[in-house]
């Protein structure tokens, strides 16, 4: 078959390090798909990389036709069918929140630019590098040839982690759990909502608040080990979540592929226009979607609560400033 060409940005990194076997073997694009890969970084890490072309060539993988090391945009973004953006300035110790945007509206609106000139209009761009959402905003209004709804940013380890707390605690596998919610940034505002989500008890479906029957649990604790799990593995680990973002990712972009399962919704951030829930336009704004012919939707029609209501409408102001904040850098980088 014809191979689809992937880039990956960010390429030398740890998360890049445990995505890329995942991708090459076939676990993303399916067994049958020849892939080329395409790894972008900045010149300095030029000789990693190098190492890690070495590393792919090694594991001697039937579907990988090539591997593209670069420093360059041109190279990087010509003709491609999946941009998964990771790379980003990381935000360093005593760095203010505008500082890590403003080094970000750079390297996205020069990446959305890139995109726009390069790549195929059908490409698919996933926004991993923080800040994710307003980054993907970014890119995307640097892309204007390139539809809106061929952007999205990765929520889907939030969504995972809050999977995985609900399956914890009622000593079920994460497979159990489905249908939770994250609304919002890819931040601490985010609101992880389980009032939708059900899990498999012993062979029946029951809601998760029923399942449970630990409300002060769920509003509280639930939520904070949701929001803060990237800080706890920090804290932990002394380095970032790379092995659970890289699944993350993988199931992200599956989806994206192949559709979600029939009765299941997913998170992932997505522009908000024409969304039921109030949530301002032209955010980029983590949401319930199915997704069908590799094209996503709104999952409508679900109830709010206040107390969801007032979780929603906190994290969509935060995304609103830092989004004021990135289009000034926008117009002056």
């Known amino acids: 078959g014809e191979a689809i060409r992937v880039l990956v940005t960010g390429a030398a990194g740890q998360i890049a390090y445990s995505l890329l076997y995942s991708i090459a073997k076939g676990d993303v694009f399916g067994k049958e798909q020849p892939l080329i890969l395409v790894l972008l970084d900045i010149t300095p890490t030029m000789g990693v990389l190098e190492g890690v072309v070495m590393e792919l060539q090694d594991c001697a993988l039937p579907l990988l036709r090539e591997v593209i090391p670069t420093d360059k945009e041109e190279v990087a973004f010509k003709d491609i069918d999946v941009a998964i953006l990771v790379g980003s300035m990381p935000r360093r110790?005593?760095?203010?929140?505008?500082?890590?945007?403003?080094?970000?509206?750079?390297?996205?609106?020069?990446?959305?630019?890139?995109?726009?000139?390069?790549?195929?209009?059908?490409?698919?761009?996933v926004v991993v590098g923080n800040p994710a959402n307003t980054n993907c905003l970014i890119a995307s209004k640097s892309a204007p040839s390139i539809p809106k709804q061929n952007f999205s940013c990765l929520t889907r380890l939030d969504h995972n982690r809050a999977k995985s707390q609900i399956a914890l605690k009622l000593g079920v596998t994460a497979n159990d759990v489905k249908n939770v919610i994250i609304w919002g940034n890819h931040s601490s505002t985010?609101?992880?909502?389980?009032?939708?989500?059900?899990?498999?008890?012993?062979?029946?479906?029951?809601?998760?608040?029923?399942?449970?029957?630990?409300?002060?649990?769920?509003?509280?604790?639930?939520?904070?080990?949701?929001?803060q799990r990237g800080a706890a593995v920090i804290k932990a680990r002394k380095l970032s979540s790379a092995m659970s973002a890289a699944k993350a990712i993988c199931d992200h972009v599956r989806d994206i592929w192949f559709g979600t399962p029939a009765g299941e919704f997913v998170s992932m951030g997505v522009i908000s226009d024409g969304n039921s829930y109030g949530v301002p336009e032209d955010l980029l704004y983590s949401f319930p979607v199915v997704i069908k012919d590799k094209t996503w939707k709104f999952v409508d029609g679900l109830s709010i609560n206040d107390f969801s209501r007032e979780k929603m409408a906190l994290t969509a102001k935060e995304l609103t400033e830092e989004k004021e904040t990135a289009v000034e850098f926008l117009s002056s980088a």
Do not use: C
């Open 93 to 125: 110790e005593g760095m203010e929140r505008k500082d890590l945007l403003k080094a970000n509206v750079k390297i996205f609106k020069s990446q959305g630019a890139a995109l726009d000139k390069y790549a195929k209009k059908t490409v698919k761009v």
């Open 190 to 227: 985010q609101y992880p909502d389980v009032n939708h989500a059900k899990v498999n008890v012993k062979g029946k479906e029951v809601g998760v608040y029923e399942a449970i029957k630990d409300d002060s649990w769920l509003k509280g604790d639930f939520i904070l080990t949701v929001q």
